[in-house]
């Protein structure tokens, strides 16, 4: 079975830019996640969609980050225009049915985004 | 506020010895905490599991431990490798609710 697909892996951009970061969750997985992991802390929800509906976006800063997930398949995290603090691992996940407690979340390998 | 706290924040262990990581946690109603190991430059992968009336469970050389009254839970790691290097998170589920995570606690293993 494959994994969680992430891309890029990683980027460099200088602030005030515009990035994007692509995620394709493993087949057949309803709930597809985005997180923020900032080195030496743990990862920080920021959308969570059921299949291409957004279930929590309430840590999303949507001044500057949106997502989308228009077939219920791939999803696209941007950022315009980035800050420096915006510089983490941008982690997505997925898992069958976020309805169901025990289901487990997969991640994929993360992109690192370095903001200068 | 639901809430997951891991520590040690890091550990340094030398290769074969056994350690133990500690989470303590505030998320109500419980109903799952599970394990994940974090290599560097990787997502995390779940260890293990543990539901509300489970007080053990192992994985090869990972045993965690849950006790729901006190809201702890703790990871023993046996006979430590190098490849055990990695940070280890703490997370918790409640019914209806997201996925709290805990900062995690970062083990080094040295030859």
């Known amino acids: 079975e494959a994994g969680v697909a992430q891309s890029p892996r990683y980027k460099i951009i200088e602030k005030r830019q515009s990035v994007a970061f692509w995620c394709n969750p493993i087949s057949g997985h309803a709930t597809l996640y985005w997180y923020q992991q900032i080195l030496g802390q743990g990862p920080k929800l920021l959308i969570q969609?059921?299949?291409?509906?957004?279930?929590?976006d309430s840590q999303l800063p949507k001044d500057r980050f949106s997502a989308e997930r228009l077939k219920g398949v791939d999803s696209t995290l941007k950022i315009q225009p980035a800050k420096l603090e915006d510089s983490a691992v941008y982690l997505c996940a997925s898992s069958l049915d976020q309805r169901d407690s025990y289901n487990e979340q997969f991640f994929g390998p993360g992109t690192r985004l370095t903001v200068l | 506020k639901n809430q997951v706290e891991q520590s040690p924040q890091s550990l340094i262990i030398l290769e074969g010895k056994n350690c133990t990581l500690q989470c303590n946690y505030t998320v109500s109603p419980f109903s799952n905490l599970r394990w994940y190991k974090q290599d560097t430059g990787r997502g995390p992968v779940s260890l293990t599991i543990?539901?509300?009336?489970?007080n053990t469970k192992s994985n090869g050389r990972y045993t965690a431990t849950l006790d729901a009254d006190t809201k702890q839970s703790s990871l023993h790691i046996t006979a430590s490798q190098l490849s055990d290097s990695a940070s280890y998170i703490c997370v918790v589920r409640g019914y209806g609710q997201n996925f709290v995570f805990g900062p995690g606690t970062r083990l080094s293993v040295l030859p």
């Open positions: 543990m539901t509300f009336s489970e």
């Open positions: 969609f059921q299949n291409n509906g957004v279930v929590d």
